[in-house]
């Protein structure tokens, strides 16, 4: 193998540093610690837990899995791919937490290069602090007093919430030229129009989530038989615009489930992640971590073979109230080999009485046109890359580019 992808996401990072501190917010009676993972205490762990929990209006997605959340907040933090770490906001009165942001690092390959990127992490804020200006002010102290080797070299922001969205213009950030696309294949129309947008369970916080503030800026809904109908239109003509559509069949090729990546798979992956210009870099070890500890949830891996040679791979997410496929990479060329992937995530998601099944792809992308013929929709969308020049240590005004190779699943972010 090259240079490129012969490091691994646990060699490169492990040098990485998180910086640890504290300084006082006397303004807003608060103070501000930023600490290494380790140095975190089941007590401190169990603040945390219950702070997501208030703040997301009953707990983050990743807490509707079928894992105990601390079993998924320890994958998350301590058992991933170098250092962990996190700015605390903690009461002067009785030390509770009550702010939160982790951090984390990972490497993408930039124009073939291995650049360290600030991964980002979970983000909450108690629904007492939130709207005060505490987390700006804090943001900011945190920018200034980061230190060299502890700077990311670039930072893409995907955040949907407005004051993500608010901190990242105020500080220049700039929108790339080619984004995401959210797609989603219906399998159960009368289960998919079940909005899930707001927990099920438990007492609303009157946290000013995504979620929350989407839905209370909602107009007067329209009755269950117009969405319906308008969800079933949208189908057919899907279908329509591709007529002759038929699933793949008699491939050269087999499609197998795995329990964790070979490690012959890192020649298919230095191949697949040479045709982009940004792409989270991948080995086996790191794709391990990320998808077959049971504790990420509950992933089904596929990996496509033609003879001796593996030519692609997707994960999907199956559970019975929703499908999601979070990862699809194949050999440059062989988009047929990427759409099968495709038509075999349906496969599983159906199998698990999923309503829907949802991706992301980049709008400019060798797999965009898999989708709209297959019959996937275009969902909402809700992310966008932004990129801040506060964090850049080298060019990156290539990603302007509405034609920029870029390639994001949604497994390369911490929706998933």
Not at 31 to 45: I, K, P, S, W
Not at 108 to 126: E, I, T
Not at 392 to 413: C, E, I, K, N, W
């Amino acid at each position: 193998m090259t240079t490129l992808t012969r490091a691994t996401q646990r060699e490169l990072l492990a040098d990485a540093k998180v910086a640890q501190d504290e300084v006082a917010l006397p303004e807003f009676g608060l103070v501000q610690q930023r600490v290494h993972r380790d140095t975190l205490t089941q007590a401190d762990t169990d603040q945390i837990l219950e702070l997501l929990r208030v703040a997301y209006n009953g707990g983050p997605a990743w807490y509707t899995l079928p894992v105990p959340p601390e079993d998924h907040w320890r994958w998350r933090y301590y058992d991933r791919p170098g250092p962990a770490g996190a700015a605390l906001l903690r009461r002067v009165d009785d030390g509770r937490i009550v702010g939160l942001n982790m951090r984390a690092y990972l490497y993408w390959l930039v124009q073939g290069v291995p650049r360290r990127g600030n991964n980002g992490g979970d983000l909450a804020a108690h629904p007492d602090i939130q709207g005060t200006g505490v987390q700006r002010a804090s943001s900011d102290w945190r920018d200034a007093h980061r230190e060299p080797d502890e700077q990311p070299e670039f930072a893409l922001g995907l955040g949907a919430h407005p004051t993500s969205i608010h901190r990242a213009e105020r500080r220049g950030a700039w929108m790339a030229g080619n984004q995401p696309e959210t797609w989603e294949y219906i399998l159960d129309a009368r289960a998919a129009l079940v909005d899930r947008r707001l927990p099920d369970e438990g007492e609303l916080s009157g946290s000013k989530t995504t979620a929350a503030i989407y839905a209370g800026g909602k107009r007067i809904p329209r009755p269950w038989l117009a969405r319906y109908a308008k969800l079933q239109a949208r189908r057919l003509l899907a279908r329509a615009r591709s007529p002759l559509y038929r699933p793949m069949r008699d491939l050269s090729w087999t499609i197998r489930t795995v329990e964790t990546f070979p490690a012959d798979i890192d020649t298919m992956l230095e191949e697949a992640l040479a045709q982009f210009e940004l792409v989270l870099l991948r080995e086996h070890d790191y794709l391990n971590w990320r998808y077959c500890d049971h504790r990420a949830g509950p992933f089904t891996v596929r990996i496509a073979e033609e003879g001796d040679r593996i030519v692609g791979y997707a994960v999907t997410r199956a559970m019975a109230d929703r499908g999601e496929l979070v990862d699809l990479l194949a050999l440059p060329g062989r988009t047929d080999v990427a759409r099968s992937l495709v038509e075999d995530s349906i496969r599983l998601a159906r199998a698990a009485g999923a309503p829907t099944l949802r991706t992301w792809m980049m709008q400019h992308h060798p797999y965009q046109s898999i989708f709209p013929m297959i019959g996937f929709l275009r969902g909402d969308q809700w992310a966008h890359i932004r990129v801040r020049p506060e964090r850049q240590r080298f060019d990156m005004s290539f990603l302007r580019s509405p034609t920029a190779a870029v390639h994001l699943m949604l497994g390369d972010t911490d929706t998933v």
